[in-house]
């Protein structure tokens, strides 16, 4: 499907009448998508290109873990191609051709191959949008941009669908499932009921251990003494002889099968758990692949579904609304709210925070058992499930009053998964309100009542949870009413948090100056926390 046309460069194609003109074709280490229209037939006039670049391991400092997830899946791809009869030209990252940008490399194999025509798949992400559609204006040659077939909802979709009005991922979702008629008995919901969200609160009881994640054990010393040698800076650590991620589309389906077949029963029942003994619980662990393209969100949900119909007696209607809910919705709204809003988002500061991020959240030293344990398994394994990433880093970041740069890159380095149209809109927006209420309605943040609720960590911790103040008072209880007292004027009109402010003005005018001293004392010296 051709988008963008305008594209088309002015000067004229040097060899109109060569019957082999060669087209030069640019996959991404994002666009693995074996589905696409492009590989329906084999072309002889047609050359794939695939790069591993500076400009990629160095725009943030990757974990080593997604780094290795992304070659290994940018060179299996490419085997694939090459397999199935395409021309694939790949420059790993010590190949002496490559030049390590985009415009350069692209420029080399133009000139080598005497390409005629040049295509590409329109990117996820703004700064490889713009550096693109600046390549295409300067090229001599035509050039095509073509849509990625994989999204269920086009880029200006979400902006489309509200124009003025205020983004409601609700409402989004709703119009997704009767679109792709998931879950649907004619234009209502199979069970007369949208949202099953209240019934996926439960906390995992003690002895309660979900099932082993399924991990692939593959050996990737040979990437990491790649990117050793070649001085790639990186966060966080990996087993080389045990890599667990999946990188084909063959293990990105055996991880959803087991998936279906394993987590799916007890998805949504504790989707917003957390414990300290088992990293992944009943989450999917599908965002690599299927942010890669190798899994399409259509075929994830289909399968799930099929899955649940297939296993009704065991696994609830809540289980399936409440992970078909997260794909076709949170995913497809964050993309929409971020062509939407982009240039502008990357930049907003609603709260207009400035402090660093403490230097524990490199090395997850730090006495509060919560962020210790959510920063050394995503330091372990570049994955934190969403509740971690929401009410423990995040709610910790917006509470201390982080500048929301700081706290992006982080979230950009960190996750497996991170690329920044879903990146960008989860931290920024809805972990950090850094939007005004863009994402979502509210600023998601809690004291340490709500982690405890749905979690163990704080048995144990240093920090007492009932505490607000006193020498082991759990920080996010002061910093928590900090934050509301500092941004009343900004958030005392939100009809959902009427209620804080309400609680807050019912405590005497000493007890709430406690609480603030309290505050500022541990925001003056948050790398000790
Ligand atoms: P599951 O819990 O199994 O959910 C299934 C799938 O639903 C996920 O694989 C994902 O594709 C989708 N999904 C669920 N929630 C969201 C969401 N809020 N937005 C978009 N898709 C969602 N997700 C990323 O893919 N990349 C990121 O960089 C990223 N950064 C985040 C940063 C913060 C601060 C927060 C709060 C969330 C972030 N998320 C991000 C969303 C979510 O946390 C991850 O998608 C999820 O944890 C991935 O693990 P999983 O595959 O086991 O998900
Ligand atoms: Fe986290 Fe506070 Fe609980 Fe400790 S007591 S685990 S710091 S919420």
Request: a positive charge; charged letters at 20%.
């Given at each position: 499907m051709l988008l963008q046309n305008n594209m088309q460069s002015q000067a004229p194609n040097h060899n109109p009448q060569n019957k082999m003109a060669k087209t030069l074709r640019l996959l991404l280490?994002?666009?693995?998508?074996?589905?696409?229209?492009?590989?329906e037939k084999n072309d002889d006039s047609v050359i794939y290109c695939l790069f591993e670049m500076r400009q990629e391991t160095d725009y943030a400092t990757h974990h080593i873990q997604k780094i290795i997830a992304f070659f290994l899946a940018m060179r299996a791809f490419a085997a694939q191609l090459r397999n199935n009869g395409h021309q694939v030209e790949y420059l790993t990252l010590d190949h002496p051709d490559n030049r390590h940008t985009l415009p350069e490399n692209l420029r080399y194999f133009i000139d080598k191959f005497q390409i005629a025509r040049f295509e590409y798949l329109l990117p996820d992400e703004f700064r490889l949008d713009e550096q693109l559609s600046r390549f295409c204006e300067q090229l001599s040659i035509p050039a095509e941009a073509f849509d990625t077939?994989?999204?269920?909802?086009?880029?200006y979709a979400l902006r489309d669908f509200f124009g003025k009005k205020n983004y409601l991922m609700e409402s989004f979702y709703r119009a997704m499932r009767r679109k792709y008629h998931i879950l649907m008995d004619g234009d209502q919901p199979v069970t007369g009921q949208w949202n099953y969200d209240q019934d996926n609160r439960q906390k995992l009881s003690k002895n309660h251990l979900p099932p082993n994640p399924l991990l692939f054990e593959r050996d990737v010393s040979d990437i990491f003494q790649l990117l050793e040698k070649q001085k790639v800076k990186t966060i966080g650590r990996v087993d080389v002889k045990n890599f667990g991620w999946p990188t084909t589309r063959a293990e990105g389906l055996q991880l959803l099968d087991f998936f279906c077949e394993k987590l799916l029963p007890h998805f949504g029942d504790f989707q917003d758990a957390m414990t300290p003994h088992h990293w992944a619980l009943y989450h999917s662990r599908l965002s690599f692949v299927i942010n890669v393209k190798l899994l399409s969100p259509l075929e994830v949900v289909r399968r799930s579904v099929e899955e649940w119909q297939r296993r009704k007696d065991e696994i609830s209607f809540a289980q399936i609304e409440g992970f078909v809910r997260q794909i076709i919705g949170w995913r497809e709204y964050m993309r929409g709210i971020y062509w939407a809003k982009m240039p502008a988002f990357a930049t907003m500061n609603f709260f207009e925070h400035h402090r660093p991020l403490p230097s524990?959240?490199?090395?997850?030293?730090?006495?509060?058992n919560c962020l210790r344990h959510a920063i050394s398994q995503s330091l372990d394994h570049a994955y934190a499930h969403h509740i971690q990433r929401l009410m423990v880093t995040g709610n910790f970041a917006m509470l201390a009053g982080i500048h929301p740069d700081e706290v992006d890159a982080w979230y950009l380095g960190i996750y497996i998964d991170a690329i920044e149209w879903v990146e960008i809109t989860n931290t920024?927006?809805?972990?950090?309100f850094a939007d005004g209420g863009?994402?979502?309605?509210?600023p998601y943040c809690s004291s340490a009542a709500y982690i405890n609720k749905m979690s163990h960590y704080c048995e144990g911790c240093f920090y007492k949870k009932d505490q607000r103040t006193g020498v082991r008072a759990c920080p996010f209880n002061s910093l928590f009413w900090h934050f509301h007292d500092r941004h009343r004027e900004k958030l005392e009109r939100n009809p959902r948090i009427g209620m804080v402010y309400r609680n807050w003005d019912k405590m005497s005018g000493e007890v709430r100056a406690e609480v603030l001293a309290q505050a500022e004392g541990y925001l003056g010296c948050m790398e000790d926390l």
């Open positions: 280490g994002d666009q693995l998508n074996s589905a696409h229209s492009w590989f077939e994989h999204f269920l909802a086009g880029r524990w959240f490199w090395t997850g030293k730090t006495k509060m920024r927006g809805m972990s950090q863009i994402t979502g309605t509210k």
